[in-house]
Structure formats: C-alpha cells, structure tokens
Nanobody, 124 residues
Framework: QVQLVESGGGLVQAGGSLRLSCVAS????????MAWFRQGPGKEREFVAA????????YTADSVKGRFTISRDNAKNTVYLQMNSLKPEDTAVYYC?????????????????WGQGTQVTVSS
C-alpha cells in the first residue's frame, strides 16, 4: 500500500511560480508511474502531467505545456511539479497519483493510489 503526501501549495499572484512535491511511502516508488491531476472549483478532475518509472518519459496536458514540468527523484521517493507563469485558471486542488501501469496515463482510472491534495490559488 502506497501513501502519498503532497505539499507546496499556496496563494500566488498571476505570473508567479510554485513547486509541488509528493512524497511516497510504503511501496517501491521506482516501480510506479506518477502523475499530477487537478480539480478546480465546480470542475471535474483533469490530467496535468505524468512521468514514467525511471523518469525517462514525461507528458503534460496542453493547457499547461511550456509552463509546468514534472520530475522525480527516486532516491527521495518524491515527484515534483514545477509550475511557472501561473494563471488564475490554474487555481485548483492538485493531487499526485501512482500506478503500476503506464497505458492511458492521462486517465484517472489508471491510478490506484492518490494523495489528499494540496490547494493552489492564483490571484489576478
């Protein structure tokens, strides 16, 4: 059983940056594909970014491409989401997730383990 704990959220002005972290425990971190999803107020949960077990491949949603970067440090059991040039529409609760599978990496149903989420609020 993998436990995921996110941190790094907060209030930031538009154009600013934040780095989210997600620390995993209770499992073999290096065997999991990792992803970030988000859920804004009144919206469905949406895919943000995903990264393979080794970190060799990563993908980001079109809405954040060029602004957000996902990375991982398997020695620290941690996955990161660097968020730059933040916009008010990026306001959401951000969740990290883990899966043993890579197929359909952008689909929430692929992921078996989820963190509790961290709030990101971007003011205009």
């Amino acid at each position: 059983q993998v436990q995921l704990v996110e941190s790094g959220g907060g209030l930031v002005q538009a154009g600013g940056s934040l780095r989210l972290s997600c620390v995993a425990s209770g499992g073999a971190f290096g065997s999991y594909a990792m992803a970030w999803f988000r859920q804004g107020p009144g919206k469905e949960r949406e895919f943000v970014a995903a990264i393979t077990w080794s970190g060799g491949r990563s993908y980001t949603a079109d809405s954040v491409k060029g602004r957000f970067t996902i990375s991982r440090d398997n020695a620290k059991n941690t996955v990161y989401l660097q968020m730059n040039s933040l916009k008010p529409e990026d306001t959401a609760v951000y969740y990290c997730a883990a899966s043993n599978y890579w197929e359909e990496y952008a689909m929430s149903r692929t992921y078996d383990y989820w963190g509790q989420g961290t709030q990101v609020t971007v003011s205009s």
